[in-house]
């Protein structure tokens, strides 16, 4: 029996370093706050002051043509492209996840705990996503969306 557990150490000990390393964020450039609300989103953009909003979905009544039915927002998030991108998740009420599945951003947004994780967008467009825990009855109504643009169009973005 203590052969296997030596074994079992051995392979125990880098892997939980390399789980410590992927859990450490590099050098954010932007710090984005999302509170999960029912039933709605809530951004802060914490570098910045005094930009936030409320992330509603749009009702089926008032979508135009290009618009995705129970996918869009009437406020999107605008990220930066090629940047190291910080999420701050947490909840005002109930277990939220916020999760964009084409970034591969999973987060658990829990009232009373702050979760975070960081992710990279290398290419310009929209990424959806939606609260993928069973927060309640309309918790599919929760949609997100960021949109990824150039850095030099977030600075205009962010100066008006």
């Not at 039915?69 to 406020?75: A, G, S, T």
């Given at each position: 029996?203590?052969?296997?557990?030596?074994?079992?150490?051995f392979?125990?000990?880098p892997?939980?370093?390399?789980?410590?390393?992927?859990?450490?964020?590099?050098?954010?450039?932007?710090?984005?706050?999302?509170?999960?609300?029912?039933?709605?989103?809530s951004?802060?953009y914490?570098d910045?002051m005094?930009?936030e909003?409320?992330?509603?979905?749009?009702?089926?009544?008032?979508?135009?043509?290009?618009?995705f039915?129970?996918?869009?927002?009437?406020?999107r998030?605008?990220l930066?492209?090629?940047?190291?991108?910080?999420?701050?998740v947490t909840?005002a009420?109930?277990?939220?996840?916020?999760t964009?599945?084409?970034?591969?951003?999973?987060?658990?947004g829990?009232?009373?705990?702050?979760?975070?994780?960081?992710?990279?967008?290398?290419?310009?467009?929209l990424?959806?996503?939606?609260?993928?825990e069973?927060?309640?009855a309309n918790?599919?109504?929760?949609?997100?969306?960021?949109e990824?643009?150039?850095?030099?169009?977030?600075?205009?973005?962010?100066?008006?």
């Open positions: 029996t203590i052969l296997p557990a030596i074994i079992l150490l392979i125990a000990f892997s939980l370093r390399l789980l410590y390393l992927l859990d450490e964020i590099n050098q954010p450039l932007i710090t984005l706050k999302t509170i999960g609300h029912q039933w709605y989103w951004y802060e914490s910045f005094n930009i909003f409320d992330a509603y979905m749009i009702p089926t009544n008032e979508l135009n043509m290009n618009n039915r129970l996918l869009d927002v009437d406020n998030v605008i930066p492209m090629n940047s190291q991108i910080r999420i701050l909840a009420d109930v277990i939220h996840s916020w964009i599945p084409a970034l591969g951003v999973k987060v658990d829990t009232p009373g705990r702050l979760n975070q994780t960081n992710f990279f967008m290398n290419r310009p467009g990424f959806y996503g939606q609260c993928s069973i927060c309640g918790h599919s109504f929760m949609p997100i969306v960021i990824s643009i150039p850095t030099n169009i977030f600075i205009k973005w962010i100066m008006n």
